[in-house]
């Protein structure tokens, strides 16, 4: 009988990873289940193949859930990050292989044992970010280390962009993903990171002002804000003594500058409702946080106390923040206000391509020489469907999942893509579909 | 037999309204039963007076709590804010009147039909701020409603400051109070107010940065900042319709800016752990916070990067924020490692006396013409025992303690200061201790 594999969760995700594992199927002698709360959707990415189909399926009815496991012999699950517990543990009790592309929690981590009593394998953290990330950068980092090289230090960026020829707007950037995690970015307690043996803290209002700037070869001029905790990779990736570590988002250049005056004014503050969302135009809800002074337009006085360029201003003016145009949202956080006058300007139009941006920096020493690397890789979607976060989040997964299958990767427990049994073969295939790193010796 | 008067908490905020209350004793015919979980520091408050006695208490005993409170007559609650709630629902069940300087809790709110079935009132917010706060504007309000005059804008600000006498730093500030309170001062959502009928917020990181130049006659200049809600006020003192409304906190002229700095470089944050807090100076505290430049000193990166006057350095380096002085903290959050090293050079001497400021703008419109009315409260501490602090939040308790027990004021279920019947009498008597506002009308 045909290996039966489960895929729990059949969204935006899961285009590319679907694609692959029915192209695959009859090769392989799969058959491909896909459940999703939403019938259409799960079908829709069957699409009538005879190896494969869609249903309703709601992953957190345990008994329906327990069932459904229970008649697979592999399981994916592509939910929100927070159910891949529930997964995991039954798999532990049906004695099923499973893998999910998010971070591994502390509750998945306590699994490990169990896992192993089990004769199961976990596999987290293969989707792009995290994922890709981890095998693009272990593999350098074991290189180096094998040549008997010093790590001394490592900066990794990573952006979910538009893709060049899809780029029509003053702020370089459109939603490509969830926009209130884009809204939200940042937030919590201050960045963490690594430089030159110093410990170092950015509070989220200094996020957007202290950017590094990074050319990307064949696509320009990028910045980078630091992402919360750059130190939890030291463990991760077996560099507990590196003197500086940094990871942080990618924009396209400016737009950390623009999108900083809205964190400066308050606008991303979810923790709050404010008192007339209703009644109020974008241009009130700027004014919100501005100074009163009665006889002076909004925009001079937020140019005025923000000190703002040119560039910032036709940045917020493409957005209409100054139009009378009403907020029309009842009992509204700042941050869901300003999540929907972003929407109406970055959204995806028909058409439109996303890109993936990755590039990491590495410093050794070898032979009592430094050397510097450089690693990009850069992935334009195909179209709205397949977009490059579904190929990149997606493929890494169902590679991974084919050389569990086959018996290629033959680990047990808890795992992420961090050794070399699991990266080097997954990278390899994922290079036959153009996701692939260039590295260049920086003199 | 004597009126038994049961003071629960015998705290820096109790001895002025001890010793009112032992004043009163024999006059009024009271005993005085003060119970505090710090034995000697409740016999020293009654200091074997023979109308007052002091007694360990666990007022989060619920036996030994219903026991004491049933063996009173009257009780008044100096606890932490979160447990009077504990008290009033004693008070309620032993029909006994109760008095707290704390705000009212939506809890206790709850509480206004079981005790006016009851019998009995729950007096709360009769401190200095909620309390005197509220008397003082209410007595102007009231009159100018009474006078047919219809409130355009009211504006208040308390501080709890250092006494001229004792102002010998260059922040004009001492720790008069709870040093963790004043570090976390103005954090989570951002302030919100009323300008000329158009809701303002302001997020903490620019709180300090958007304050108002006050001059008080008399004691200098002065800045507020906005308290976190001055919208609540309205309907508090029934000034639904006002287009102005804002509350703020009192600091020397030159305090804000200064203090922004801590504020802007993340030094405020009480929600993670630093690394290293446990080796770090504080010269290393604050460089966790700067860029990294191998060859510049950090007096000239704070500079540069938040372009700070002479005055805001002279305040910087008289805290010795600079110098290689072990923080000697282990995993300690920013917001602990700053108190610490506030608390060096910011407490208060021997014979320092700390003072409270209160400051109200009342602009109002009456016979078609608008006037304005300033009104000032300054209260200088005796001594480290009966601080202004302690005068202003111990004495209204006391006052309205002593008319409640009189039948002066003969209300029932939850009540605030707000209305003539409290605020008439309890002020009269305040004048008398030299807690006292003065008026002036603006031309």
Redesign the interface.
């Given at each position: 009988m045909a290996t039966r594999i489960l895929v729990i969760g059949a969204g935006r995700s899961s285009s590319s990873l679907i694609r692959y594992l029915i192209d695959n199927a009859s090769a392989e002698d799969w058959f491909i289940a896909i459940g999703d709360s939403n019938e259409t959707l799960a079908k829709e990415r069957a699409g009538g193949n005879e190896r494969a189909e869609g249903f309703a399926f709601d992953a957190l009815n345990d008994e329906r859930r327990g069932k459904e496991i229970e008649r697979a012999d592999f399981v994916v699950s592509m939910l929100p990050a927070r159910f891949h517990i529930l997964v995991a543990k039954d798999c532990i009790r049906l004695k099923k292989n499973v893998i999910t592309p998010s971070y591994v929690t502390p509750e998945m981590k306590l699994l490990d044992q169990e896992a192993r009593a089990a004769g199961i394998i976990i596999m987290n953290e293969i989707g792009v970010d995290p994922g890709i990330d981890h095998m693009s950068a272990m593999e350098v980092i074991h290189k180096v280390q094998a040549a008997g090289g010093k790590m001394l230090r490592f900066e990794s960026f990573t952006g979910g962009l538009i893709a060049p020829e899809s780029d029509d707007n003053p702020w370089n950037y459109k939603f490509t993903w969830n926009p209130r995690n884009v809204v939200l970015a940042g937030q919590?307690?201050?960045a963490?990171f690594l430089?030159?043996g110093?410990?170092?803290?950015?509070?989220y209002?200094?996020l957007f002002q202290?950017v590094k700037p990074i050319e990307i070869d064949g696509v320009g001029q990028f910045e980078g804000y630091a992402n919360r905790d750059s130190?939890k990779y030291r463990s991760i990736y077996g560099l507990e003594d590196i003197p500086t570590i940094y990871r942080g988002t990618l924009r396209k250049a400016g737009y950390s500058k623009a999108w900083d005056t809205f964190v400066?004014?308050?606008m991303t503050?979810d923790?709050?409702v404010?008192?007339?969302s209703e009644t109020m135009t974008n241009r009130?809800f700027v004014?919100?946080?501005l100074?009163?002074a009665?006889d002076r337009r909004v925009e001079d006085k937020i140019r005025e106390q923000f000190d703002l360029s040119d560039d910032v201003m036709r940045k917020l003016e493409f957005l209409d923040l100054f139009e009378p145009i009403p907020v029309a949202l009842k009992n509204a956080t700042?941050a869901q206000i300003l999540q929907k006058i972003l929407e109406t300007k970055l959204e995806l139009k028909d058409g439109d391509k996303d890109m993936i941006v990755m590039w990491h920096r590495f410093n050794y020493e070898v032979d009592g020489q430094e050397r510097e690397l450089h690693s990009q890789l850069i992935v334009i979607g195909e179209d709205e469907d397949y977009t490059a976060m579904a190929q990149t989040v997606g493929l890494p997964v169902a590679i991974c999942a084919k050389m569990i299958i086959n018996g290629k990767i033959d680990l047990k427990g808890v795992q992420l893509p961090t050794i070399p049994e699991v990266y080097k073969p997954v990278m390899a295939e994922l290079e036959e579909y153009g996701i692939h790193f260039k590295e260049t010796e920086v003199k």
């Open positions: 919590g307690s201050a963490q430089q030159e110093a410990f170092k803290y950015i509070p209002h200094r202290r130190l400066q004014l308050g503050d923790s709050y404010m008192q007339n009130d004014n919100s946080f100074i009163y009665e700042p």
